[in-house]
């Protein structure tokens, strides 16, 4: 059993900047990949932003030069650093991770947390 804990999403004014956090804890023999997606008010589903377990990263092209993510390993959490956020990235955003326990590999989902972006 492997919960997902996510953090970080609110109301934030265009041009702002949010940080989400999303920590893994249970049965966790190693995490490979993390990501995060969003669903948007029009209900699409899309990739922001993953990264593997070597650190390499790949974003859609709509938050490109704006938003960051990264990971520690050590406490199992991965991070959306978003910036220059405009309204268009208003969305839930849900976290993604793949999880090794023992021999088992499972994909896990968070939550969910609500990002709006307006004046």
């Known amino acids: 059993q492997v919960q997902l804990v996510e953090s970080g999403g609110g109301l934030v004014q265009p041009g702002g900047s949010l940080r989400l956090s999303c920590t893994a804890s249970?049965?966790?023999?190693?995490?490979?990949?993390m990501g995060w997606y969003r669903r948007t008010p029009g209900n699409q589903h899309e990739l922001v932003a993953k990264?593997?377990?070597?650190?390499?990263?790949e974003f859609a092209d709509s938050v490109k030069g704006r938003f960051t993510i990264s990971r520690d390993n050590a406490e199992n959490t991965v991070y959306l650093q978003m910036n220059s956020l405009k309204p268009e990235d208003t969305a839930v955003y849900l976290c993604?991770?793949?999880?090794?326990?023992?021999?088992?590999?499972?994909?896990?989902w968070g939550q969910g947390t609500q990002v709006t972006v307006s004046s």
């Open positions: 249970g049965s966790i023999f190693s995490i490979d990949a």
């Open positions: 990264i593997s377990n070597g650190g390499s990263t």
């Open positions: 993604n991770v793949g999880v090794v326990e023992n021999i088992w590999y499972k994909i896990y």
